[in-house]
């Protein structure tokens, strides 16, 4: 798998390292070639999985949709362009941002049917699909 690579290029911090082992989850999960979206705060944390996470998705075959939020109304603005765009599962970037508003982003992603995946397990308890 694409990770084990991964762990092998000393410079990557273990957030960069969960967050394509995310996106390898959702890989499994839906069948290509469905696009998978990753929404990210482009001012938080989730920059350092900015080069790591286009990459895996390349090497995995997949079409990534690149969704930036960094408020309650961009989460929703960002469900909107991902439903639009027909992207079949989201990859939740790391950030308080999303920690935050985990309600919100479970119940869209809920009443959208797209399974989704965090590094929370807050978001699991507020009703989303994964956690890792």
Known sequence: MFWICVLAHWSFSRQQIVAVERLELLHELVPPPATIAWLRDP???SVEEEKEV??????LGRELLVLNAQSAGEIDAAFVTMVQSRA????IGADILFNNRRRQLAALATRHGVPAISGIREFVL??????Y
């Open 43 to 45: 001012r938080g944390p």
């Open 54 to 59: 286009p990459l895996a998705a390349r090497e």
């Open 88 to 91: 079949r599962a989201l990859l």
């Open 126 to 131: 507020a009703g989303g699909v994964m956690r």
